[in-house]
């Protein structure tokens, strides 16, 4: 038949995200752990420091430090956490399948999944960095700006493959969650996200956190914030490193991919709830 | 011209042969339909001619393509509603069909689809809040929005209630008619006489019967099926066994009941009844009938199946 001219991919790619954000905000508990999750830290690290000085001699709030670890915090479990279940779990139900028996091309369902990611990561971290802000008195140059998106938008995207990576590698759509938080968490504390190591950490702690891409990205993305970096807040060699993850987590989430749940041909357990 | 050609398909899963030597061909604008038992490779079959699995050997051509090498423009043309497949249970029905449709070249109007698999009302309520039956609906919904050429139908009406059916067989008769190429999978054989140009049989992964309904309806009204039991009887004593090989039919015991499908039914009758009053016994239960199609099918497949107390279904 002629007269069939498909859909422009950059069309379809804007719905894909836009369809994403809509199953992502109509699962409460998504959000609730992307997006109150890491503002309730916020409030925790805002009660723990109160008039601890980080900075003697000079009039910086607390918060300064630890506001952009815990906004990277957020952008990251709305990528790599959320990415890696969602995906991991819609396979199992099935939904993975029927996608895939569609003509969208599979490029665009993984470009929505990443953009998705982006967007919601983005919503994360700007509101921890307005509470920021406003309750907890932190400031940024205005010229530091650009350098901050730049990294962000790096971050994201590197942490939104890995989530695709993950959930290539996640047997089932239960063991996901599982896998990311153990996989998260205890790279999280070695990467300057709860807690600072910067002043004199072991050695082999700093290693291990370097061979992570989260160090490099709240690394670089914090660069943008402290009061005493007088260099460029642009950290190419942070940017590069997430790079290579990025691509690795590509890689990985290309070869391995599974459109077919993990349990027989069909969408066995279907209809279970999420997470 | 051909929509669908499959020849000499063999597909394993390890050591399961799950498609073995098969081969057919279903016209454009033509209702298919495989009838078997579970586990006879239906769903294999469908599933490598949607593109969603893998062959082992053989030659399949859809649409002039190879489903296992076709990429989108192969799947803008095709519906499928698979056996099972999950729903994004945030969306409502109407933004499930908007959403998929919106993947198709061309596609059909949501309010029409929603009328054709009778959601009209349920648009707006989320899929988890679907009954079975409905959710298949929205199933077949999903199927039908790209406006496809060729329908693959994996068990479409399973779950439905038996007005639901109907409406189904309606809106699948509607399709045809509209020049829609449908394969079709059942264990129905009232749907399958209802809705199919033609169909294969299929048992472990061969076709053991091929035809349009009206000759498989044919074997139904040509033969006679006679059933009774003998309580007392060895049914693998040489007499017995010298006895039943002389009647016309072929005779098969199931559940302890004998049954001889036979197109001579007079003379299979008087001998068995000359038997048993020879030795002074009775025909217990003795009933003669026409089989009904499910008995044809039964027959068909029978083999493997349903045949209980030893013997085959074939000649004993
Ligand atoms: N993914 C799989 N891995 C291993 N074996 C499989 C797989 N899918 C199917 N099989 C086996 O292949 C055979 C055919 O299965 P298939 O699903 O094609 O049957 P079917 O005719 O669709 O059955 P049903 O009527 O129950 O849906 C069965 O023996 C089944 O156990
Ligand atoms: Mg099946």
Known sequence: MSDRTSPSAVALLFRQVGYQNRLFIRTPIAAMFTLVFPLIFLVLFGAIFEGVDLAPGEEVSPAQFYAPGLAVFAAVSATYTNVGIGVAIYRDEGVLKRIRGTPLPRWIYMGGVVGSGVAIAAGGAVVMLAVGFLVYGIEMDADRILPALVTFVVGVATFSLLGLALAAVAPSGQSAPALANATLLPVAFVSNVFISVRNEPPAWLDLLGDIFPLKAFSDAFFAAFDPFEEASAYKPWLLLWMGVWALAGAMVAVRKFRWEPSTGAGGGGGRRGRR | ?316
């Open chain 2, 1 to 316: 011209m051909f929509a669908v050609t499959v020849n000499d398909l063999t597909k394993s899963y390890g050591f399961v042969k799950a498609v073995n030597g098969l081969s057919f061909t279903i016209e454009e604008g033509e209702v298919f339909a495989l009838l078997g038992p579970n586990g006879a490779g239906k769903s294999t079959v469908v599933e490598i001619l949607e593109g969603h699995r893998t062959r082992d050997t053989g030659e399949v051509r859809v649409l002039g393509r190879d489903p296992g090498t076709a990429g989108q423009e192969y799947r803008d043309r095709i519906g499928i509603v698979l056996q099972e497949a999950g729903i994004e249970r945030e969306l409502t029905v109407r933004e499930a069909l908007v959403h998929y449709g919106a993947c198709y070249s061309r596609r059909r109007p949501v309010d029409e689809v929603l009328d054709l698999v009778g959601l009209n009302g349920l648009g707006d309520r989320r899929t988890h809040r679907l009954s079975g039956g409905q959710r298949r609906r929205v199933d077949l919904a999903l199927g039908l929005i790209g406006d496809p050429e060729v329908l693959f139908l994996d068990e479409p009406t399973t779950g439905f209630d038996p007005s639901a059916r109907r409406h189904a067989w309606e809106m699948i008769e509607g399709l045809k008619a509209l020049g829609t190429t449908i394969l079709l999978t059942s264990h129905y054989m009232d749907e399958v006489q209802v809705l199919a140009d033609r169909v294969a049989v299929l048992v472990e992964g061969r076709i053991v019967s091929e035809g349009t309904p009206a000759e498989l309806r044919g074997r139904a009204e040509s033969e006679t099926m006679i059933r009774f039991r003998f309580p007392e009887v060895d049914p693998s004593s040489g007499p017995v066994v010298d006895m039943l090989g002389g009647l016309v039919g072929r005779t098969s015991l199931r559940n302890g009941v004998f049954e001889v499908c036979t197109v001579d039914p007079t003379t299979d009758l008087s001998l068995l009844t000359g038997w048993a009053l020879e030795r002074g016994g009775q025909l217990e239960g003795l009933e003669v009938t026409t089989p009904t199609l499910e008995d044809v099918y039964l027959d068909l497949i029978g083999d493997s199946h349903g045949a209980a107390g030893g013997a085959g279904s074939r000649d004993v």
